[in-house]
């Protein structure tokens, strides 16, 4: 079993950057395949990006494609998404969810593990 913690959000002008952390109790943390995902008021919870258990593996989303940038260092059981040239469509609650099986894909219902979530809201 692990716990998520994430942390990073916040509000930011279009263009803008930030960092998230997800931060992940437990000593197996490198076992676990790690996602981001997020959720908009009124839509459903998206896939973002994903992250194999050696950081070897990556998966994104189409729209997160070279702006978003998911890493991991299991050495303090913590993932990172980095979110360059937000733009207001990005606005939503960010999640970080972990899996113990398989390759960073988009399903959420293949993700066991999930965090509370941390808010990004970006203005125009």
């Known amino acids: 079993q692990v716990q998520l913690v994430e942390s990073g959000g916040g509000l930011v002008q279009a263009g803008g950057s930030l960092r998230l952390s997800c931060a992940a109790s437990?000593?197996?943390?490198?076992?676990?395949?790690m996602g981001w995902f997020r959720q908009a008021p009124g839509k459903e919870r998206e896939f973002v990006a994903g992250?194999?258990?050696?950081?070897?593996?990556?998966n994104y989303q189409d729209s997160a494609q070279g702006r978003f940038t998911i890493s991991r260092d299991n050495a303090q059981n913590t993932v990172y998404l980095q979110l360059n040239n937000l733009k207001p469509e990005d606005t939503a609650v960010y999640y970080c969810?972990?899996?113990?099986?398989?390759?960073?894909?988009?399903?959420?219902?293949?993700?066991?593990?999930w965090g509370q979530g941390t808010q990004v809201t970006v203005s125009s």
């Open positions: 969810a972990a899996k113990l099986l398989g390759r960073p894909t988009a399903r959420v219902d293949e993700y066991r593990y």
């Open positions: 437990g000593r197996t943390f490198s076992s676990y395949t």
């Open positions: 992250i194999g258990r050696s950081g070897g593996s990556l």
